[in-house]
């Protein structure tokens, strides 16, 4: 077995996060398990950079903000989820905030209400800003 790395939402950390002591099978701790979770995962998911570059999505956010992935990579979070940025930067991402109920743009789509819950994604290169969407 290996350490498994842990990832810390926490906005104010200075630090990069340490290896976690929980251990799991190296089967456990590759990209495939990670891209499995996310495409189960109900809500659409958008991982940005500081500068509110999306990284990645999962497949229901490719459904709701499609019309694929590659479409929404590479793009700038306020173009899909105007005003998300500014107020993504006033949240700690604790569960127990409630959420945000903006609109989602998507190219050529009509305009959908949306509920978001954000979290803060400590990493070696930064900090991230994950963004769940829910219609």
């Known amino acids: ?12 950390r ?4 340490q290896p976690s002591p929980v251990r799991a ?25 500081r500068d509110g570059e999306v990284l990645l999505v999962n497949d229901v956010a490719a459904d709701l ?3 694929s992935d590659d479409d929404l990579v590479g793009r700038d979070l306020d173009e899909l989820v105007p005003g998300l940025e500014a107020a993504a930067a006033g949240r700690t991402g604790h569960p127990s905030e409630p959420p945000l109920h903006l609109e989602a743009h998507a190219p050529a789509r009509p305009i959908v209400p949306v509920e ?20």
């Open 65 to 67: 903000l499609g019309p």
């Open 25 to 49: 099978p190296a089967l456990l701790s590759g990209s495939d398990l990670v891209w499995s979770l996310l495409d189960r995962v109900p809500d659409a998911v958008l991982l940005c950079d």
């Open 14 to 17: 200075a630090s990069p996060p």
């Open 1 to 12: 077995m290996e350490t498994a790395r842990a990832i810390v939402a926490d906005p104010g």
């Open 116 to 135: 978001v819950r954000v979290a803060w994604i400590s990493t070696d290169e930064g900090k991230l800003l994950a963004a769940f969407l829910r219609r």
